[in-house]
T-cell receptor, first 112, second 114 residues
Framework: KQEVTQIPAALSVPEGENLVLNCSFTDSAIYNLQWFRQDPGKGLTSLLL?????REQTSGRLNASLDKSSGRSTLYIAASQPGDSATYLC???????????FGKGTTLSVSS | GAVVSQHPSWVICKSGTSVKIECRSL??????MFWYRQFPKQSLMLMAT?????????EQGVEKDKFLINHASLTLSTLTVTSAHPEDSSFYIC??????????FGPGTRLLVL
């Protein structure tokens, strides 16, 4: 059974810092992996999706990597801003067309 | 991009009442929709998979008679929480599967049962 773990659970950094959020999954036979952002009391915003054949994806200041063999993914945020403060969720999809398995998230706070 | 809506976004009800939540794919057809639940400080957990024209598939531990799912059309799935109790208070999020490939999430429905 696939399990997704995110470390750390919470992270506080000053504005401008580069940071890395970690995600690990127990079953390396994934179809894809996705990173989401969730603001308090809100729904999900999809940030990046990495297919199993890919190693990384980039969007603006965000870069997500995928290492299936080690069961790990990282989300790199460059030059963090207060507006980046949110909870970041990692989710694995084991097969096309199936539900996502989510981690508990990392709550990021960026202070100005 | 594809849009999924949920209605209502907020609902407060008395214990014992039933609450219906709608999930709509606005600009695409979805034969499959998923219902997730998120308790405070917890992750999203899959409750059930909703398939158009057939019975939903429930995850272990989710009572099918309490959480009724109807996927009557290719753009609409409904989740009815029957005889809601305070422990059902949660954030319910649906997602719709486009072309059996990409999931698009609704904005969620926050349920508070008094």
């Amino acid at each position: 059974k696939q399990e997704v773990t995110q470390i750390p659970a919470a992270l506080s950094v000053p504005e401008g810092e580069n940071l890395v959020l970690n995600c690990s999954f127990t079953d390396s036979a994934i179809y894809n992996l996705q990173w989401f952002r969730q603001d308090p009391g809100k729904g999900l915003t999809s940030l990046l999706l990495i297919q199993s054949s890919q190693r990384e994806q980039t969007s603006g200041r965000l870069n997500a990597s995928l290492d299936k063999s080690s069961g790990r993914s990282t989300l790199y945020i460059a030059a963090s801003q207060p507006g980046d403060s949110a909870t970041y969720l990692c989710a694995a999809c084991n097969q096309a067309g199936t539900a996502l398995i989510f981690g508990k998230g990392t709550t990021l706070s960026v202070s100005s | 991009g594809a849009v999924v809506s949920q209605h209502p976004s907020w609902v407060i009800c008395k214990s014992g009442t039933s609450v219906k939540i709608e999930c709509r794919s606005l600009d695409f057809q979805a034969t499959t929709m998923f219902w997730y639940r998120q308790f405070p400080k917890q992750s999203l957990m899959l409750m059930a998979t909703s398939n158009e024209g057939s019975k939903a598939t429930y995850e272990q531990g989710v009572e099918k008679d309490k959480f009724l799912i109807n996927h009557a059309s290719l753009t609409l799935s409904t989740l009815t929480v029957t005889s809601a109790h305070p422990e059902d208070s949660s954030f319910y999020i649906c997602s719709a599967l486009m072309e059996q490939e990409t999931q698009y999430f609704g904005p969620g429905t926050r349920l508070l049962v008094l």
